[in-house]
Nanobody
Framework: QVQLVESGGGLVQAGGSLRLSCAAS????????MAWYRQVPGKQREQVAT???????NYAGAVKGRFTISRDGNKNTVYLQMNSLKAEDTAVYYC??????????WGKGTLVTVSS
């Protein structure tokens, strides 16, 4: 089992920055990728950024150039550096991680509110 705990959300003005963290615990040696998703009430959860165990990163078009995903040296924590935040970035941000054989885990989310 793997537990994911997000932190770092909060209220920020448009144009500002936040850094989210997601700490993984448990059987983390099996994790192949880590990712950030976000969800606005009434809308589907959408993928924001992913990073694999080889540190290859991918981003949604809406955040490319503004957000950066990274992992720490022991690969148990993933970060999402969010710059130039916009009101439309307001959402609950979730951490997701999983194994190469299809088991996925989710955190409980952290709220990011960007005021315009």
């Amino acid at each position: 089992q793997v537990q994911l705990v997000e932190s770092g959300g909060g209220l920020v003005q448009a144009g500002g920055s936040l850094r989210l963290s997601c700490a993984a615990s448990g059987t983390t040696q099996s994790l192949h990728y880590m990712a950030w998703y976000r969800q606005v009430p009434g809308k589907q959860r959408e993928q924001v950024a992913t990073i694999t165990s080889g540190t290859s990163a991918n981003y949604a078009g809406a955040v490319k150039g503004r957000f950066t995903i990274s992992r720490d040296g022991n690969k148990n924590t993933v970060y999402l550096q969010m710059n130039s935040l916009k009101a439309e970035d307001t959402a609950v941000y979730y951490c997701r991680s999983g194994t190469s054989y299809g088991i996925d885990y989710w955190g409980k989310g952290t709220l990011v509110t960007v005021s315009s």
